[in-house]
């Protein structure tokens, strides 16, 4: 079976994508695929006596069935939850996209079905002030898909996000509805909403879990849609 990857972004910050990807990893893992989770850059690491830990690195390194070390899933680590490329600057740092997905091919030459990328924030984040996100599944040519944080204002953030995808000439492997708040009001029209003006297929549809898990969430994921097209 041929190797499949994808590079995960999301609508805003707190759109869900960490505990999405966690969730795809575990669909896939259940079904028999060998997985590899990725956050090539993370802000907000703990000081730890291995070093700097981000916990959302952690937890794709934990659920992903292809293990390997912390610096491998993610490799650029800053302790202050800030934005990575303010960070980087005070640190005197310069981080490059195509340096970045270098580090990327290097976990990804590891025999897998499945593997995910995840991005930092969404979209345009920026990686220095010449470069965003989007330069590193346009470096390693892999699809995206969109973690929509399902709350107040997600329609105009999900079709900004798609339009920019496009407008960098990446495509979009489709969106994952991600329930972010239980008392949205009208969410069925928003999710219909986005469902009819993005072209892109809905892949999941995740409801609000009080206490979300890899594998509470991997309960609403049809990982063969990732595999079928």
């Not at 107040?152 to 496009?166: P, R, V």
């Not at 239980?182 to 072209?199: G, K, Q």
Request: aromatic share 4%.
């Amino acid at each position: 079976m041929a190797k499949r990857s994808f590079f995960i972004t999301g609508t805003d910050t707190d759109a869900g994508k960490t505990i999405v990807t966690a969730g795809l990893l575990a669909a896939a893992n259940k079904a028999g695929k060998r997985t590899i989770g990725l956050k090539p850059v993370a802000a907000g690491c703990e000081d730890t006596p291995e070093g700097l830990r981000n916990s959302d690195a952690v937890l794709l390194q934990e659920t992903a069935s292809v293990k390997l070390s912390y610096d491998q899933v993610n490799p650029i680590a800053f302790a202050p939850a800030i934005a990575p490329h303010i960070a980087a600057m005070r640190e005197g740092r310069m981080m490059s996209g195509d340096r970045i997905a270098a580090y990327c091919r290097g976990a990804m030459m590891q025999p897998a079905d499945l593997v995910l990328v995840e991005g930092a924030g969404g979209w345009r984040v920026p990686l220095s002030y010449r470069e965003t996100m989007a330069q590193i599944p346009k470096s390693l040519q892999v699809p995206v898909i969109l973690v929509v944080g399902m709350k107040l204002g997600c329609i105009n953030h999900a079709l900004m996000s798609a339009e920019s995808i496009s407008r960098d000439g990446i495509p979009l492997a489709g969106w994952i509805a991600n329930r972010v708040d239980a008392d949205m009001e009208c969410y069925e029209e928003n999710r219909d909403t986005i469902a009819n003006m993005l072209r892109a297929p809905m892949l999941a549809e995740i409801p609000h879990v009080t206490e979300p898990t890899p594998d509470n969430i991997a309960e609403f994921i049809d990982i063969d849609r990732l595999f079928s097209g």
